[in-house]
């Protein structure tokens, strides 16, 4: 399966600002696919990001909130942008990893645990 | 639309004793079907998948899960349970119908103990 090293692993952030997080992947995938998981709950799916077009995002996330870049097929960042306490959660990147045409699976990041205050 | 339903928030058992985590599923399609284990502040880790073949998938750590068809369900299970078991437990699906996406969808999450 696909090694992810995603970073960083946590951080506190002031309200009002911004927060770049990085997924590198250690081999090309089609799709990312980025999660949040606030406190206590399960995960949601915020976008999906496919290297040279925009990405993809589910009901409840914006661009202008959750900017995406997908420069190549081994690395994606998720900006989470103008924060509120509200978005303190675990943020992962996740991959979809065929081999040989069998799925196999879904491989994902270690997480970036952000607080904001 | 595609849906997963984990119904216990929490189970309990002794080590030793089998556990059982549940878990049903709706798809428009067939099924893609995982389940995750997250120990505290780490990332999710594969336990084991289902896409075709036999029934029963064994998979990582003792687990195994039995694919049911007609009851739409996805339990996972392990024999003998051990006090290194106790984490919150994901199941996720994804629809492999045409149209239905690379969309993975977790269920609530099923927090699992496991005592002495």
């Known amino acids: 399966s696909a090694v992810i090293s995603q970073k960083p692993s946590r951080d506190i952030c002031q309200r009002g600002t911004s927060l770049t997080i990085q997924c590198q992947v250690d081999?090309?995938?089609?799709?990312m696919f980025w999660y949040r998981q606030q406190p206590g709950q399960s995960l949601t799916l915020i976008a999906t990001a496919n290297q040279g077009s925009e990405a993809t995002y589910e009901s409840g996330f914006v661009i202008d909130k959750f900017p995406i870049s997908r420069p190549n097929l081994t690395f994606s960042t998720l900006t989470v942008s103008n924060m509120s306490p509200e978005d303190s959660s675990i943020y992962l990147c996740s991959v979809e990893k065929d081999r040989g045409g069998d799925k196999d699976g879904y491989t994902f990041g270690s997480g970036t645990r952000l607080t904001v205050v | 639309a595609q849906s997963v339903a984990q119904p216990e928030d929490q189970v309990n058992v002794a080590e030793g004793n089998p556990l059982t985590v549940k878990c049903t599923y709706s798809v428009s399609g067939n099924p893609y079907l995982f389940w995750y284990v997250q120990y505290p502040n780490r990332g999710l880790q594969f336990l084991l998948k289902y896409i075709t073949g036999d029934n029963l998938v064994k998979g990582s750590y003792g687990f195994e899960a039995e694919f049911n068809k007609s009851q739409t369900s996805f339990h996972l299970k392990k024999p003998s349970a051990l006090v290194s078991d106790s984490a919150l437990y994901f199941c996720?699906?994804?629809?492999?119908?045409?149209?239905?996406?690379?969309?993975?969808?977790f269920g609530t999450g099923t927090q699992l103990k496991v005592e002495l």
């Open positions: 081999s090309q995938v089609t799709m």
């Open positions: 996720a699906v994804r629809d492999l119908s045409t149209g239905g996406g690379n969309k993975l969808t």
